[in-house]
């Protein structure tokens, strides 16, 4: 099972907004509502930001949001603020695999 | 609140064995489906292991199957992953996360992760 698509690093100024892309197939991205989207900072507990492609868990920031659009689900932050660096990987339910799949990561600087 | 803590990593010479343990507090642990993810240094996640919240069935990744063997004592609000025959491919850092939805990779609550290292 391949990982799901993301670009390595997407930077933003403070304020700004920023996607990010998350490329699967029609066996996972394209055809089921259940992507996930988790930040990670190091040596902390990773955080669910979005679930079932555009759900915020309660907690998370508005600021963050979520889409798909055929095999291609992305997260937008807006307002970029500097705590919002770290690492962020999407999540997607798979038809052909047990286990789900992991996107490949995007780092995200604030510059 | 839900707090996941996961313990037992460390250093380990390839071959050898590990078990790691995450105790669980917060939320009715019986009532959820639990995960082990990694994550290798500088690379991206792997969903290592899922069990459901009657300890049946248990479901491993490609990677892990046959040298893994994930366990919950629900009496102890705990998750445990025993590995052996470690190889360097399986240091990383692990989590152990709550999966509020049957074999759906959304994973509401991690643990700060354990870091496995195998080397000799």
């Known amino acids: 099972q391949s990982a799901l698509t993301q670009p390595a690093s997407v930077s933003g100024s403070p304020g700004q907004s920023i996607t990010i892309s998350c490329t699967g197939t029609t066996s996972d991205v394209g055809d089921y509502n259940y992507v996930s989207w988790y930040q990670l900072h190091p040596g902390r507990a990773p955080k669910l930001i979005i679930f079932d492609v555009s759900n915020r868990p309660s907690g998370v920031s508005h600021r963050f949001s979520g889409s798909k659009s055929g095999n291609t689900a992305s997260l937008t932050i807006s307002g970029l603020q500097p705590e919002d660096e770290g690492d962020y990987y999407c999540s997607s339910y798979t038809s052909t695999n047990t286990l789900g799949v992991f996107g490949t990561g995007t780092k995200v600087t604030v510059v | 609140q839900v707090q996941l803590v996961d313990t037992g990593g460390g250093l380990v010479k390839p071959g050898g064995s590990l078990r790691l343990s995450c105790a669980a507090s917060g939320f009715t642990f019986s009532d959820y489906y639990m995960s082990w993810i990694r994550q290798v240094p500088g690379k991206g996640l792997e969903w290592v292991s899922y069990?459901?919240?009657?300890?049946?069935?248990?479901y491993y990744a490609d990677s892990v199957k046959g040298r893994f063997t994930a366990s919950r004592d629900d009496t102890k609000n705990s998750l445990y992953l025993q590995m052996n025959s470690l190889s360097a491919e399986d240091t990383a850092v692990y989590y152990c996360?709550?999966?509020?939805?049957?074999?759906?990779?959304?994973?509401?609550?991690w643990g700060q992760g354990t870091l496995v290292t195998v080397s000799s």
């Open positions: 069990i459901s919240s009657s300890g049946s069935p248990i």
């Open positions: 996360a709550r999966s509020p939805h049957r074999l759906v990779p959304t994973f509401d609550y």
